[in-house]
């Protein structure tokens, strides 16, 4: 199994461009999410998906979208990008939110810098 | 969710235990208390969890008070590897698998 992957691992945005990140995950997990982690801070859950075709609002969704069209990939997109959004971003997916399947798998991380 | 409170930070020497507190006062009966680290800018490390009993697993203890209004992590022979944030998160199961992460405590490991 490769686990959770994420692309690209670093990206450089203008102010205004836009751009997708990519989650992947091969373990047939039903949960996946977006969390965002600024420099020297926890990270903090942007999006949440529990299952193919649902989506959920974390704690700071503002800018971003989310779609879930399959179980494995769940993409990150960035409509219009901002320099407060220049952060790390990881993904991660877990089996259930049930007692003893609900530990979380989390990507590599995608470094994202907006100019 | 309830809100946890973890030092900033902490140093242990390597071979010893290292003892990591989290206080969850505010926490509810559904809620359980999990612990992940993250290890130089890497994804975070799920590490153990536990609702109210004491629970051992090959990578650390959880002792949690009988109140649940506190626990502890113990890694017990800490290595250079074990140099890494540690996340205590409190989360009630049926809350679609939200985690919420604070700022933890950056562990050090002493040769």
């Known amino acids: 199994n490769a686990g959770v992957t994420q692309t690209p691992k670093f990206q450089v945005l203008k102010t205004g461009q836009s751009m997708t990140l990519q989650c992947a995950q091969d373990m047939n997990h039903e949960y996946m999410s977006w969390y965002r982690q600024d420099p020297g801070m926890g990270l903090r859950l942007i999006h949440y998906s529990v299952g193919a075709g649902i989506t959920d609002q974390g704690e700071v969704p503002n800018g971003y979208n989310v779609s879930r069209s399959t179980t494995e990939d769940f993409p990150l997109r960035l409509l219009s990008a901002a320099p407060s959004q220049t952060s790390v971003y990881f993904c991660?997916?877990?089996?259930?939110?049930?007692?003893?399947?609900?530990?979380?798998?989390f990507g590599p991380g995608t470094r994202l810098t907006v100019l | 969710d309830a809100k946890t409170t973890q030092p900033t930070s902490m140093d242990c020497a390597e071979g010893r235990a290292a003892n990591l507190p989290c206080n969850h006062s505010t926490i509810s009966g559904n809620e359980y208390v999990y612990w992940y680290r993250q290890i130089h800018s890497q994804g975070p490390q799920y590490i153990i969890h536990g609702l109210k009993n004491n629970e051992t697993n090959e990578m650390a203890s959880l002792i949690i008070t009988e109140d649940r209004k506190s626990s502890t992590l113990i890694l017990p022979h800490a290595t250079l590897r074990d140099t890494a944030v540690y996340y205590c998160?409190?989360?009630?199961?049926?809350?679609?698998?939200?985690?919420?992460f604070g700022t933890g405590t950056s562990l050090t490991v002493i040769p």
């Open positions: 998160i409190v989360r009630a199961s049926n809350t679609g698998n939200q985690f919420y």
């Open positions: 991660a997916s877990s089996y259930s939110w049930v007692r003893g399947t609900d530990t979380q798998y």
